[in-house]
């Protein structure tokens, strides 16, 4: 093993040697692809510690050279090296290769003027659209500059993110590595306002918590019940929420939402309170930014309960900032539902019941709220107390107060104050815009309850903070949503309120403020206001005989009921029963007639898109028949054309053609310039041969000549280079035996040194070989002494075994002469007559035909009978 690993040290020394000399010459690649090849190695599979700086000298090439396939490649190879062994050293190359990744993408930032990047996908980078707009454009070299240098940088870094986080995905061994990264990525898709990659990101966050989910039952596989992976997975969630809210990205932003409430139902304990303080903050956020004001309120009167139950150090001044926000968000909702007018025709009332009930469970809510619920609870929590004394009263001259002639002008007052704490309280500044639209409809239904008419200018200057535009689109949006029953008479500038009897408002809206019943309401409830005094007044005119009657009465009628209340009841749920089974069988019935008309539709249709693709395309395929067979005369007529052209440029074209013109030679026949070509082909070929002819007569007497030249000069070198060869052997011969002279004096030195020794040598020996020899002796006497027992014993089991071969082999014998005797006798017998053969057991008759042998009467069993038997049971003729 040292051995392997000495091995292994001196093959890396090498490497880095050869990297140094290429780096030297300033030869980035194929350094890189020496230090791939020794990475993908199958020798270097052994996690060894100079792995270490070889990976993080690869990964620098890799960023010099924006190599990042390579790189991703490289990192999952040593994460199967060292993933067992030392998983730190690969936490530690990850690390180092995003930051040299920043830090180039740093210094090209640096170097460029271009801060934010106009690239939509840096994925796609090159569009075609990209590409024209660059043709046509009129950029300087600055920006494509700029563009060519920071660019490439900003797309690496993303690849890089992207590469190591599904490098370490559901790997609980560097699952804090995980997070930092994800948490690294979303703040460069925040300095770059990179939208396209931040969704992305945000799906492939997605994608790997789905896949922990799915493969929990590997061995290195992340525990989502562990509470230290719940805390860092929520963190990241909120670094991710808390991203789409600064880029308003408010789709992410809610999904991000429902990511973290999902790991909170994955929590067996409750979360922190700081960190559900900051989940109802941010989440607050995104529903105002979504123009939900009820859920926005509703958050904030979960983060207020909150404060109030967990911070006991909550300051008066902490307090009275929370309530107000509170009570203003709260009276900013809505008075009407908000409902558009698509949802109204579509009948999406329960899409929109069920959206309300799946934000109700992202707060944690059994049931969606209302804006009069979170009033209640406003008021019964007693938050009134802790607002500040400006906004204090305006609780109640929205809700409570009936006072149209002054409303405006008291939440006028209110409204300026709130602008005047722009600067402390910027969040109030909001809900400005919606307290008005609250107090205009307040406004109004308090003055419909009171005035028949009133004219416009009139209305408006109750109404002081908003133009007449706005008030009267609020007048109409009113009476559209059937909230008040007004008309507008633009010819005398009036509005008339409680005109129609047949009127009637939403009954789901909440009042207010009440004084009386419109005209339609009393219309609509006058039989029960009849009904209550008619019974008043029998009350007070009847006698007491009569209450008595009516007493009795009234027990007869409770015992008849109590008799048959059981059959009544069973009679009711039979009833409905039958009343549900109907409905059911009626829908399903309308259901399948619906499916059935929507299948014959559909097949019509289909049949008539099939007739129309089909036509179309035999339309398509003869368009481009034609133009093929176009695009092929063209293409002929070019080829035929360039294919002459360059024909008359050759001498042998120019020679055949050279008074016809490429036009005419278009229109004639090709067999005719073929023709010609072969005839002027076969008349150079003919010039050719003779010349080569002759060129090849002269060029043999030229050979010839120089030969005969060339003969005595080179006898002459061979004769000189002998002498030279034969000089040199001589001076090699005499420095040969001059060396052996000099070996042999010094080998008879050395001899003649040593015999000193002989004598020593000897006395050696004869003791090693005295000792030797008794050992010797005693060994091959113990030796043969077991040679001795060993041969008799053999002897006598081979004496036994030749007696036992001898037994075997008489009993086979005499077996097999008993046998043989034994069946000439059984051919001897025959039976004369028709006998019957008896069996002992179990008794057996057969019936056997004259001439009939024993073996055939007794098959294989002719063993078990003997011959006298057999001679008996002949004799026993029938």
Not at 441 to 467: M, T
Not at 737 to 742: L, R, Y
Not at 770 to 797: D, H, P, T, W
Not at 811 to 840: D, G, M, N, W
Request: aromatic content about 6%; proline content about 3%; overall charge positive.
């Amino acid at each position: 093993m040292l051995q392997f690993t000495h091995l292994e040290m001196c093959g890396f020394q090498k490497t880095q040697s050869g990297i140094k000399t290429f780096l030297e010459v300033g030869k980035k690649q194929p350094a890189l692809d020496v230090l791939y090849d020794v990475i993908k190695s199958k020798k270097h599979r052994t996690w060894q510690k100079i792995h270490e700086p070889i990976m993080l000298k690869y990964l620098e090439l890799c960023v010099d050279l924006r190599k990042s396939h390579l790189a991703k490649e490289g990192l999952y190879q040593y994460k199967n090296i060292c993933q067992q062994v030392n998983i730190k050293s690969l936490e530690d190359v990850v690390r180092a290769y995003l930051k040299l990744a920043e830090e180039k993408t740093e210094t090209a930032k640096e170097e460029s003027q271009q801060m934010v990047l106009d690239i939509e996908d840096l994925d796609n980078i090159q569009t075609p659209e990209s590409v024209l707009l660059s043709a046509v454009s009129g950029e300087d070299t600055q920006d494509r500059t700029d563009r060519l240098l920071l660019t490439p940088w900003v797309k690496f870094l993303w690849e890089s993110y992207r590469q190591c986080l599904d490098l370490l995905r559901n790997n609980s061994k560097v699952e804090r590595l995980y997070h930092d990264i994800a948490q690294q990525a979303f703040k460069f898709c925040l300095q770059y306002t990179r939208k396209a990659e931040f969704r992305k990101l945000c799906d492939n966050l997605r994608m790997h918590l789905g896949q922990i989910q799915r493969h929990h039952n590997q061995s290195t596989a992340i525990n989502l019940n562990n509470p230290e992976s719940q805390s860092m997975h929520l963190e990241t969630r909120l670094v991710q929420l808390d991203s789409a809210i600064s880029m308003e990205l408010w789709q992410e932003a809610f999904k991000a939402v429902e990511d973290i409430h999902g790991l909170f139902a994955l929590s067996k304990k409750p979360p922190k309170p700081q960190l559900m303080a900051n989940y109802y903050n941010k989440v607050s956020t995104v529903f105002w930014k979504s123009g939900n004001a009820l859920f926005h309120a509703c958050t904030l009167h979960r983060l207020y309960h909150l404060s109030r139950e967990m911070r006991k150090n909550l300051t008066q001044e902490e307090m009275q900032r929370m309530s107000t926000r509170v009570l203003l968000a709260t009276l900013s909702i809505p008075i009407t539902p908000e409902r558009t007018d698509i949802a109204r025709l579509l009948d999406m009332d329960g899409i929109i019941v069920e959206k309300h009930r799946r934000l109700a469970t992202l707060l944690g809510l059994q049931s969606p709220p209302t804006r009069q619920s979170l009033i209640n609870d406003m008021v019964r929590f007693n938050l009134l107390q802790y607002v500040v004394p400006e906004v204090k009263e305006l609780y109640n001259w929205l809700e409570v107060d009936f006072h149209p002639l002054k409303l405006s002008g008291r939440v006028t007052k209110v409204l300026d104050w709130v602008r005047d704490q722009a600067e402390k309280e910027s969040d109030l500044q909001q809900y400005v815009p919606h307290l008005q639209n609250n107090t205009i409809l307040r406004l109004l239904q308090q003055v419909a309850q009171i005035y028949q008419s009133i004219e416009f200018s009139r209305l408006a200057s109750l109404v002081p903070f908003v133009d007449a535009f706005q008030l009267e689109r609020s007048i109409v949006d009113a009476a559209r949503h059937c909230d008040l029953q007004v008309r507008i008479d633009h010819s005398s500038r009036t509005l008339s309120f409680g005109s129609d009897l047949n009127y009637s408002t939403k009954e789901d809206a909440p009042v207010g403020p009440f004084l009386q019943n419109m005209p339609s309401e009393q219309i609509r409830n006058q039989l029960t206001a009849m009904s209550a005094s008619l019974a008043k007044a029998i009350h007070v005119i009847k006698p007491t005989s009569i209450l008595q009657e009516r007493e009795e009465n009234h027990q007869q009628a409770i015992a008849a009921y109590l008799k048959n209340a059981r059959k009544d009841h069973q009679r009711i749920l039979a009833r409905r029963q039958t009343i549900e089974e109907r409905k059911e069988r009626l829908e399903s019935l309308n259901i399948q007639r619906e499916k059935e008309e929507l299948e014959q539709r559909e097949a019509e249709m289909q049949k008539v898109r099939k007739a129309e693709e089909e036509r179309l395309r035999q339309e398509a395929k003869e368009r481009e028949k034609e133009r093929i067979m176009q695009e092929h005369e063209q293409i002929k007529k070019k080829t035929v054309r360039e294919r002459l052209e360059q024909i008359k440029k050759t001498e042998l074209g120019a020679k055949a053609f050279k008074d016809i013109d490429i036009e005419d030679l278009e229109e004639l026949d090709p067999d005719f310039i073929m023709a010609k070509q072969v005839e002027q082909l076969e008349k150079e070929k003919k010039e050719l041969q003779e010349r080569l002819k002759n060129q090849e007569k002269k060029i043999d007497y030229f050979e010839r000549a120089k030969r005969l030249e060339e003969i005595p000069l080179i006898k002459k070198a061979y004769e000189e280079q002998r002498i030279k060869d034969m000089e040199l052997w001589e001076l090699q011969e005499e420095e040969r035996i001059s060396n052996m002279k000099v070996e042999r004096e010094k080998a008879l030195e050395h001899k003649k040194r040593m015999s000193r020794m002989m004598e020593d040598k000897e006395n050696f020996l004869s003791k090693i070989t005295a000792a030797r020899s008794f050992i010797y002796e005693e060994k091959l006497k113990a030796f043969e002494e077991r040679l001795v027992e060993e041969r008799k014993k053999r002897l006598e089991e081979r004496k036994k075994q030749r007696k036992e071969d001898r037994r075997n082999a008489f009993y086979r014998q005499k077996e097999e002469e008993a046998q043989r005797i034994h069946e000439e006798q059984l051919k001897k017998v025959q039976i004369p007559k028709k006998v019957t053969l008896f069996y002992s057991v179990p008794t057996r008759q057969i019936t056997l035909k004259s001439g009939t042998s024993y073996r055939q009467i007794c098959g294989n069993d002719h063993k078990t009978f003997s011959p006298t038997r057999m001679q008996l049971l002949v004799a026993c003729v029938t």
